[in-house]
Nanobody, 121 residues
C-alpha cells in the first residue's frame, strides 16, 4: 500500500513563507509525475504545480515566481517552497503522485490527506 503524507502547513502572515513536504511510503517501484494541488473553501481543487520525474515543471500562473517545487527521487520526497504568500493562497494543499507499486502494474494516482495553509494577519 502506498501513502502520501503532507506536512508543513500552518498559519502565516501575508508576505510570509512556508515549506510543505510530502513523503511517499509503502511499496514503490517508481514514481512518475508528482504535484501539489489546493482547494480553497467553496472552490474546486486546482493544480498549483506539477513536476515530472525528470524535473520539468508546470506552474499555475497565480503562483509563478512565488512558489518553487522540488523533489528528491532517492528519498521519495516532494517539496513546495511558498514565498510572498497572499490571503488568496489560503487552502488545503494536497500532494499527488503517479506511482507504480509493482511490475507489470501501471502507474496509479495517489493523494495525500491534505495540509491546511492559512494566510492571514
Amino acid at each position: 500500500q502506498v501513502q502520501l503524507v503532507e506536512s508543513g502547513g500552518g498559519l502565516v502572515q501575508p508576505g510570509g513563507s512556508l515549506r510543505l513536504s510530502c513523503a511517499a511510503s509503502g511499496t514503490i517501484v517508481s514514481i512518475s509525475a508528482m504535484g501539489w494541488y489546493r482547494q480553497a473553501p467553496g472552490k474546486q481543487r486546482e493544480l498549483v504545480v506539477s513536476i515530472t520525474s525528470g524535473g520539468s515543471t508546470n506552474y499555475a500562473d497565480s503562483v509563478k515566481g512565488r512558489f518553487t517545487i522540488s523533489r528528491d527521487n532517492a528519498k521519495n520526497m516532494l517539496y513546495l517552497q511558498m514565498n510572498s504568500l497572499e490571503p488568496e493562497d489560503t487552502a488545503v494543499y494536497y500532494c499527488h503522485g503517479s506511482i507504480r507499486s509493482s511490475l507489470p502494474q501501471g502507474y496509479l494516482e495517489h493523494w495525500g490527506q491534505g495540509t491546511l495553509v492559512t494566510v492571514s494577519s
